[in-house]
């Protein structure tokens, strides 16, 4: 698969497989075209050449709506939250499509008891309740990044395309919110781009390294972040 | 002599050059439209004011002050640069920090208020000025005859384009400029003194459409009007050049004037729609105009306003008070006024479902309300159809006007789409105008009310606003159902964030599209029971100022509340109704109550009314439970 | 060493709210001093006020002496401070280049584009595109770069590292060593406490809208375990 921008290949013949179950990390110096593969496995790029599969079908030419609808959800790398509604708001928005009210003209949302039950319990998992009725523009920039994360984990989706989900994170939110990934994972498919490497090699089974938009290496984590020329691209010695 | 296409050879020369010069003021004209547009985000509707402040201003000089052309060529611009300068300071600036909006919508007011004013001071007929006596006469082609002073016109705006594309594209100003529309603050942050910026630049636009008003005043019509005239042509030739480019905006003006010139000369009929025309064939093929490359910055947007706090009890007690209040007011207040005011009402609040929770701003919606209109005026009067069938068939045709439309409208976003629903706009009123069935300047006239389901008359007038009363409510209740509703809250997060919606599996588009197809229909439906009310579908409700008039109502009222709209269209038509004897001085005072909505409310009367309602219910919250500052992610699983 | 910023008792509200309760803390000239604290503690706030960003702030901020609480952001940013916001603020209409170019020259001893794009070499590659097509990362350094050139004297920078590979923030720790020895003073928030430890002079901790302790280089090893608790670690 590529994709190119006035000539410059963002992504160049990438072969990339996701296996089902699995927890995959890729990793790469800034620029290196992480981004950019998720916006074309979720269909926000069109690839110049090259072909998509989920699940033995190809879906090359599907919208990202229709991507969503499949199971395939991402979270941006600069976060994304609907900054007007309040974070109860969000939630909810996340949980609609699956509840089948997202064509319902009239009727309130509210008065789906599966619903109302299923926010309560994000926003308890994630420690919201007590902000529950507050603008998500008024949370801290940290905070904003784990609500994102939180309406994409409440899609309940079977493959999770998550963009650096750690940065901007505190510290103590980071083992949080990994341990939160981890236990997500278990029955689903997970993508992660992550520049913290303590909290890919805690999570990672494999990594696939890229680079000037291509594959440098690929395979479990302690084989790769050994190899001399990952360090020598991305993590530049000791660490 | 000569012909192509049957039209003689000179005319088609003498079409031409008028062409190249109605090009060379859109060219001037769109250039500073453009300017502001591109810096301060603001579509500038106060443009053609000044442009006309220009024109009569050079006429005063010379008439009153006895200053001549080549003094008032340089003076005039100053003065209406100043003028804008002040009115940026004082005016402009305050709403500067929230959705640009609100800046468009002062410049509407203003241009009200200066036209008001010149109007009264100058009447409305023609103020003749002369030709300055060096550039009388002019030269023989051998084809044709070429005035001097028409070559200089060219020429002069030849020249101030160029300075000015010089002065923007090649030095710092331009960048510094298009960063402070993205975000002031932070250029602020570096060091470049925004503010003072911003009111150079407004002053510099406004200069430059007086310099274009000095021009035009001896060969063009001088009078009060004349900016209005112009101001939408303008507009769309700044969206044919590609908002932001102001090489764009030079070529599509004199693009523009060139169509014109050549449609004049064999299609006269079409010469107004010509430009329009081109607007939406360039955008259908180049979303973002000619030379357009920039994607609209994302505008810091305002928050819809809403309660912290609402019960249900509470929704209901606010429709059961407006529907009895609505019910016995024919007893106190004319019922004629009132019925009008209620499908205005209709009608603002569906432009608002669009404009408020789609944050999708049309400057067209009049066509739905005309078409249906007339749709429903001609199966009343000539098919003879019963009301409710009629407005049936009016509602429908405006909700398939709105699939097309909408098709059309909707991949595209901010002033774009504003700029191609006027498009629509102006081809449906050039319709109205030419079709043998709409009746031209006359309208439909006289159209029967009739009895509806053939034995509820209509003609009782108890029984008449009986009907238009329910159906105001009707249309009033689904609407704040709709935006309740899982529907409602998908369009709010789609204004909010359209690719996150997107990744949450929603089709956008498709939400879009629905929510245009709605407002349309009881647009529509708003419109032909405006038309058994009135019994007559006429040119006023197609025209673009009714599109600006339901812009109004809606933002004056509360764009985003839902009795916002309802309000806003009561005080409109209320003023209109009872201060139309005042003559001239009714478009200074509405645009003067407009200008002081916006700066004293600006999220409308009810918008402004919920902020503090709930602000005060936030403010006991917060006495009630103090809020940790850091609270914790707790992994509950 | 001289004091060149000061802010006392410094309080900021955004609109109704209050967020800021009397931020104290110093800082002397050709320090590097770091800002920690938990998600929504305050930190971007202090420094956002400090620029006169924040539409209510009250309190004293003190720059060389000269009293800036009431001065507008442009003005203060003129004496020479410099900020790097944590969204990044990077303009979508306007391409690499005249992003880094944007912020007007303080005063003469800025950094030289030429050193600046060696610095950072995929800015160098991509400088003709628009800003918001850089990656994430590219994005943060460009942000950094931007305030480099202009030869302000004191930097405020938001999580600078934030979202940058390993291999970059190695260099941009490194950079930073190399301003300060050039004098300048850097106020930092950051969240990758090592990255911190490795820099600073000294670290305040902010909880709340206030500072709430104060750690110097020497201790920070001795003092880790209660800088941990302060994190929630
Ligand atoms: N729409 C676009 N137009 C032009 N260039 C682009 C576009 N999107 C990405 N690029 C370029 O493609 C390259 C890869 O970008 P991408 O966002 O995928 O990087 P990344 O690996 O996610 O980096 P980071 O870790 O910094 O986020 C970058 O050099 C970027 O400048
Ligand atoms: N625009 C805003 N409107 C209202 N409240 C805000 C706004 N921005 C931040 N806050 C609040 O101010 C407090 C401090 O926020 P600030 O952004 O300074 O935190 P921070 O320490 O920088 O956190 P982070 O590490 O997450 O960036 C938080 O409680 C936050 O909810
Ligand atoms: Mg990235
Ligand atoms: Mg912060």
């Known amino acids: ?239 | 002599m000569t012909t192509i296409f049957g039209i003689p050879m000179a005319l088609l020369y003498a079409q031409l050059l008028l062409g190249i010069i109605n090009g060379a003021f859109y060219a001037t004209l769109s250039l500073g439209l453009a300017v502001i547009f591109g810096m301060m985000g603001i579509a500038n509707f106060a443009h053609g004011a000044l442009y006309m402040m220009g024109a009569v201003g050079a006429w005063f000089m010379l008439n009153t002050l006895g200053i001549g052309y080549w003094p008032a060529l340089i003076l005039c611009p100053l003065v209406v640069g100043a003028f804008g300068m002040l009115l940026e300071r004082f005016v402009l600036r305050r709403v500067s920090h929230i959705d640009h909006l609100y800046g468009m919508l002062l410049t509407f007011g203003i241009a009200f208020i200066v036209q008001g004013i010149f109007r009264f001071w100058f009447g409305s007929a023609g103020l003749p000025y002369a030709i300055p006596s060096l550039l009388t006469g002019g030269v023989n082609l051998g084809f044709m005859f070429l005035p001097y002073y028409r070559a200089w016109v060219i020429v002069a705006s030849l020249g101030v384009c160029f300075l000015t594309w010089f002065a923007i594209e090649k030095t710092r100003l331009g960048a510094y400029l298009r960063a402070a529309t993205e975000n002031s603050k932070l250029v602020q942050a570096f060091g470049i003194n925004v503010p003072v910026m911003i009111m150079l630049v407004y002053g510099g636009g406004a200069a430059l459409a007086a310099f274009a008003g000095v021009l035009a005043a001896p060969i063009l019509q001088v009078n009060p009007t004349m900016g209005a005239e112009v101001l939408i042509v303008i507009f769309a030739v700044v969206v044919i050049g590609g908002l932001g480019s102001i090489k764009g905006a030079i070529i599509a003006g004199f693009l523009a004037g060139i169509a014109e010139g050549l449609t004049k000369a064999f299609y006269p009929e079409a010469s107004t729609t010509v430009v329009f025309l081109l607007m939406a064939f360039v955008l259908v093929v180049m979303p973002t105009g000619l030379f357009g490359t920039k994607t609209q910055a994302a505008a810091t947007s305002v928050s819809l306003p809403a309660l912290a706090h609402e019960s249900a009890f509470m929704r209901w007690a606010l429709f059961g008070a407006m529907a009895i209040g609505l019910a016995i007011a024919p007893l106190f207040i004319y019922p004629a006024f009132l019925m009008k005011a209620m499908t205005y009402a209709l009608f603002a609040c569906a432009f608002n479902l669009m404009a408020g929770y789609g944050k999708l701003v049309s400057f067209g919606h009049a066509m739905f309300l005309g078409t249906a209109g007339y749709v429903t005026a001609y199966a009343a009067k000539t098919w003879g159809l019963s009301p409710e069938l009629a407005i049936l068939a009016g509602t429908a045709s405006a909700a398939v006007l709105g699939l097309v439309a909408g098709w059309l409208c909707t991949r595209s976003s901010g002033v774009y789409f504003a700029m191609i629903s006027l498009a629509l706009a102006q081809m449906i009123y050039f319709l109205a105008l030419q079709l043998p069935q709409t009746g031209g300047e006359d309208g439909i006239q006289s159209v029967p009310r009739g009895a509806l389901f053939g034995f509820i008359d209509l003609s009782n007038p108890t029984t008449l606003y009986l009907f238009v009363l329910a159906v105001f409510l009707g249309g009033f209740l689904f609407l704040s159902c709709l935006i309740r509703s899982p529907f409602g809250q998908i369009l709010k997060a789609i204004r909010e964030h359209e690719p996150r919606a997107q990744s949450l599996g929603y089709s956008t588009d498709r939400y879009k599209l629905a929510t245009f197809v709605i407002s349309a229909a009881l647009s529509g439906l708003a419109g032909s029971t405006k038309v058994i009310v009135t019994q007559i579908a006429s040119l006023t409700d197609v025209h673009w100022s009714m599109s600006g008039e339901v812009i109004l109502m809606t933002f004056l009222g509360g764009v985003g509340t839902l009795y916002g709209p309802v309000l806003g269209s009561f005080v409109v038509v209320a003023m209109q109704n009872y201060l139309s004897a005042l003559g001239a001085w009714v478009t200074v005072i509405q645009g003067a109550v407009f200008v002081i909505c916006i700066l004293t409310f600006r999220r409308g009367i009810v918008g402004e009314l919920i902020t503090f309602v709930s602000a005060r219910q936030r403010e006991k919250d917060r006495r009630g439970i103090a809020m940790p500052a850091g609270s914790k992610v707790v992994t509950g699983t | 060493m001289a004091e060149i910023l000061k802010v006392e008792s410094l309080d900021a509200w955004y609109g109704e709210s209050k967020v800021l309760h009397g931020v104290d803390f110093s800082l002397s000239a050709g320090e590097v001093v770091t800002l920690l604290g938990r998600n929504g503690a305050g930190k971007s706030t202090t420094l956002k006020s400090i620029m006169g960003l924040l539409p209510t702030r009250k309190g004293s901020v003190l720059y060389r002496g000269e009293q800036l609480i009431d001065a507008q952001p442009f003005e203060i940013a003129r004496k020479g401070i410099a900020y790097c916001p944590e969204e990044r603020g990077i303009f979508a209409s306007l391409s690499v280049r005249e992003n880094l170019m944007l912020p007007p020259k303080v005063s003469a001893n800025g950094m030289a584009v030429e050193d600046i794009l060696t610095l950072f070499p995929n800015l160098r590659e991509r400088i003709d595109s628009p800003g918001t097509k850089l990656s994430g990362g590219e994005q943060q350094m460009l942000a950094l770069a931007r305030i480099l050139r202009t030869g302000a004297r004191v930097l405020l920078l938001d999580e600078p590292t934030e979202g940058l590979a390993p291999i970059i923030i190695k260099q941009i720790e490194a950079t930073i060593v190399k301003l300060k020895e050039l004098g300048f003073t850097i106020l930092l928030v950051e969240q990758n406490v090592g990255f911190a430890q490795a820099l600073a002079d000294r670290n305040y901790i902010v909880e709340t809208g206030a500072i709430v302790d104060e750690v110097a280089a020497a201790d920070f090893d001795r003092r880790l375990s209660s800088i941990q608790s302060y994190l929630g670690l």
């Open chain 1, 1 to 239: 698969m590529s994709i190119a921008f006035n000539g410059f290949y963002a992504v160049k013949n990438v072969d990339f497989t996701l296996h089902e179950g699995a927890l995959h990390a890729v990793i790469g110096p800034n620029g290196a075209g992480k981004t950019t593969l998720f916006n074309l496995l979720t269909k926000f790029l069109q690839p110049t050449e090259g072909q998509i599969f989920h699940r033995g079908v190809e879906v090359t030419a599907l919208k990202p709506a229709a991507i969503a609808r499949q199971g395939v959800v991402r979270s941006f790398q600069i976060s994304a939250v609907f900054q007007a509604l309040t974070i109860r708001e969000n939630i909810e928005l996340a949980l609609l499509r699956r509840s089948g009210l997202q064509w319902r003209l009239l009727g309130n949302a509210r008065r789906d008891k599966a619903l109302v039950e299923r926010t309560e319990q994000v926003l308890e998992q994630f420690g919201f309740t007590r902000e529950a009725d507050i603008a998500a523009a008024e949370l801290s920039y940290g905070r904003k990044r784990v609500l994102e994360l939180a309406t994409t984990v409440a899609t309940d989706p079977s493959v999770l395309l998550l963009d650096e989900p750690m940065a901007g994170l505190g510290r103590e939110d980071i083992d949080r919110v990994a341990e939160l990934i981890q236990t997500t994972a278990k029955g689903r498919t997970i993508l992660l781009v992550e520049h913290n490497m303590q909290v890919v090699s805690r999570l990672a089974e494999r990594i696939t390294v890229m680079a000037r938009g291509q594959i440098l290496a690929e395979g479990p984590y302690s084989e790769v972040s050994s190899r001399p020329d990952v360090i020598a691209a991305y993590t530049g010695g000791t660490h």
